[in-house]
Structures are given as C-alpha cells and as structure tokens.
C-alpha cells in the first residue's frame, strides 16, 4: 500500500509541475498577444492621424516603442528558434517527450524507446523530469524574458512619448 501511494504521490507532483509550466506558457502567449493587439492599434492611429501628428515628437517615440514591441512579443509567440544542431537520440539531452525531439527519430525507434522507459518507474521520472526542465528554461530564457522587454519597452516608450507631449505643448 506503502509503495502505491509514493508512486502516486511523484506522480502528482511531476503532473502538476508540467501543467504549471504549460500554463506560464499559455499566459505568456496571452500578455504577449495583448500587448500585440494594443501596439497595433496605436500604430494604425498614429498612422491614420500622421499628417497631424507629423510635428509632435511623442508621436516618432510612440511610434517606434510600438514596433520594437510588437516584435519583441512576436518572439514570445512565435516558434522561432535558432538553428542547431539536430539532436541525436543518443545524447544525453534528447527529450522522448519533446516533439522537435522524438520527431527526428522513425516511428518503430520511438515506440520502443517510449515502451522502454514506461516499463520503469525511474525511467519515467527521468523522462518527466527532463522534459519539466526543458520547459522551464525555454520559459526563463525565451518566453519570459523576451514579455519583460515587450512591457518594458512599451512602458519606457509611452512614459517618454507623454513627457515629449507635455514638453512641447507647454514650450
């Protein structure tokens, strides 16, 4: 009885820590499609209103603070990543449970190496746990990362833009 509840109890832990990790994921997409959504719309009306807006400085600020925006949140939602080296199935990094992974192994060698490692219960915490680490570096090094400088850029951009205002409508 012993046994069966800690096998469980690893389980839970490593399933709850995976869905964890899929969802920062899934809320980085979100903060990064909304800031999308909000710098294409002050791009369209400063735009639209260019020939007004053609003497105002904050208007040139805001302008490229919403472009280096939205391409810093197209890299949080984008699959974009860098080429390497494709991983070989025998390198200790290699993720069973990671698509760009398994995928460049044929079917019959991932069927038995997935077999193989769900006949063991060391095995399958091994494989959880790597592939709970792997998410979290792409969300630490990547998503995360390039959110803070989307919002960081967007704020610098729209406090700058209403003193660049200020200044010139009281001057």
Not at 14 to 21: A, D, E, N, P
Not at 94 to 113: A, E, M, S, V, Y
Not at 114 to 135: G, L, N
């Amino acid at each position: 009885m012993e046994s069966k509840k800690s096998q469980s109890g690893w389980m839970y832990m490593l399933r709850t820590t995976q869905q964890h990790h899929v969802q920062l994921s899934h809320i980085a997409d979100q903060k990064a499609n909304i800031l999308l959504a909000c710098n294409s719309i002050i791009l369209s009306l400063s735009l639209a209103r260019m020939d007004f807006l053609r003497g105002y400085w904050c208007t040139y600020t805001m302008l490229t603070a919403s472009v280096v925006s939205m391409l810093l949140a197209l890299f949080v939602v984008a699959p974009l990543s860098r080429k390497r080296k494709q991983i070989q199935p025998d390198d200790r990094n290699f993720n069973l449970l990671f698509f760009d992974h398994f995928t460049t192994i044929p079917f019959d060698q991932f069927r038995d190496r997935m077999f193989d490692t769900m006949e063991s219960p060391d095995r399958v915490q091994e494989a959880m746990v790597k592939d709970i680490y792997q998410i979290g570096k792409v969300l630490s090094t990547r998503k995360y990362l390039f959110l803070k400088w989307c919002s960081l850029v967007f704020l610098i951009g729209v406090v700058v833009s209403v003193i660049l205002l200020a200044i010139q409508v009281m001057f």
